[in-house]
């Protein structure tokens, strides 16, 4: 009898060592004559068990982990792939207390299935939302998006059904549907992990995009600095063309549509859509001035929708269970589930779909199990390097597009990074300038020059400089940052900034004297 | 340093009459052309200009506003580490001077053997297993002091 493990080929699973446990299971499963097939699935995101087997019995799919390629005669010694009991067993995969109470749509088959099989895709949904879309006519699609509450998950929380009512509206020969894969926040790994988990989620919900408003070509405009989610989604597309969902005749309704990847070259910047677009056409990445919107005149001046990676995916779903299964989801403004991304110093860190809603609270101690290193939290980071710092004061925040901003913060992409109590919050300010010089395209002085002027300055209050009179021309500075630049990159660069001086006043002053 | 031969020059021609029916190629170029050279050589500006007729400022302009882009040669390894916020929430910055002073170089430099060469790189989406770095395309995560010397002692022996 063949028995089915599983072993995660994501990227973050293999940087702690997934790959030697593959190889590991695969010679000693030939030296004992025991038949396994083994299959490269996403990660479930549990990072902290990482590498995580699982292997398929009559009860359903047992958790081992993390494992390490010492482990491995022991485990086929305790008969794991029969379940047998060890000190790494986890017991069933879906009954992880971690897992068990997530809300999984967008992830559903993240880590579940193997994410270039088409027949494995279909079997676990996949493929149903395109069916239904093909049956209705483009502006009712756009309605179900519309309907569905779904607001950009890239961070700019845009109603996606405006979006495309927009391009809808346009008359052109060419459309485009771009995808924006440029996850270049720090703390964030969604876009990655759904790429390589289940990248023909993300040319679902692309091709449904493309029927709804016209479109006939797709692009993912995916960071250089992800190689294995580029592999996943170049054996994708080449999966999904041969299974006929791609190309002249999708699903054989005689509509077309085509999807390429396209590298970036590691500039932060290129997240911002207009940067992106400019990007996409073979120039600098440098910022255009809206309007006209994209969606008007975008990729080569034709109307073009740009959506981020988890936005797209979580289409697909909409459309198979409906606008309103999607919809009960959430709260206030913010409908749907949000894939929170655990980073930094944490001790249980990884991916959690939930609901809109969870306190930061929650996330933290009982999703996160507190600090990595064990010592107090002393600030969050939410929604990557341009989004606000967060004192322990305000962690009964819940995660929701309006009460973070309500407190001065964003929750942008969904990534939380945590710091301890060792954190020196004035060169976190000093790294969010020094970031944001390194990253400014440059087309806005106030970003370009104002950005490298920031770190001097901090660089004085931090030898102790006339530290009152430069933090008062700090927070000057941020203020015509904020206001003189295009993009949210000069924009809210200094957001970390100016909560670093407002809740952690005392970093600074210990060098003002 | 680095003229081009006759083959490298028919390499680059080749490349670009790949891509040159797509629309918007230049990036597309320039990473096939790191691809198979290491790096962007000075000599190939004008010769992708000219066939794509576009201007060679364009060409540079391009080459030099984004950062995975090389002008020059570089080590037979690339180490490139994370240092963003999730990885110095972890230790980056130690690891950091720690790498610097394995190797004797700072960031954006090359070793003087040729073997190494040591990047800053911001954000390897591996932010729930930091510290990250990325050794020649390979990831890896919580990578300690010890474990960054590992892989460096795996990397001297082989080219």
Redesign the interface.
Known sequence: MTTTVYIPGD??A???GAGAVAQAITAEAQRRGARIALVRNGSRGA??L?PLVEVVTSGGRQAYGPVTPAEVPALFAADFLNGGAHPLALGLTESLPWLKGQQRLTFERVGVIDPVSVADYVKHGGYQGLKRALSMAPGDIVQAITASGLRGRGGAAFPTGIKWQTVLEQTAAQKYITCNAD???????A??MLMEGDPLELIEGMTIAGLAVGATQGYIYLR?????AHAALQAAIAAANAAGYLGADVAGAGKRFDVEV???????ICGEETSMLE????????VRVRPPLPAVKGL?GQPTVVNNVVTLASVPWILAHGAQAYAQFGMGKSRGTLPI??????RR???VERAFGLTLRELLYDYGGGS?TGKPIRAV?VGG?LGAYIPAAQFDTALDYEALAGIGAMLGHG?I????DT?DMAR?AR?AME?CA??S?GKCTPCRIGSTRGMEVIDRILAGVDGERNVRLLEELCETMVHGSLCGLGGMAPFPVQSALKYFREDFRARVG | MDTLQAPEIAAIRRIVAEHQGRPGPLLEVLHAIQAALGFIPAGAVPVVAQQLNISRAEVHGVITFYHYFRRSRPGAHIVSLCQAEACQSMGAAALAAHARERLGIDFHETTADGRFSLDPIYCLGNCACSPAALIDGRLYGRVTPERFDALIAENSTSS
Not at chain 1, 224 to 228: C, D, G, K, Q, V
Request: proline residues 3%.
């Open positions: 990227a973050g293999l940087s702690i990072y902290w990482e996850e270049g926040d720090s703390g964030t790994f876009d990655r250089a600095e992800y190689p294995h396209r590298l970036g070259a590691g500039a932060y990007s996409l056409e073979g120039r600098r990445g440098e080569f991304q655990l980073a930094g110093n944490i860190g990884g991916l990595a980071q390097p990534g990074v945590v710091f301890d954190v976190m790294y970031f390194i990253e395209c």
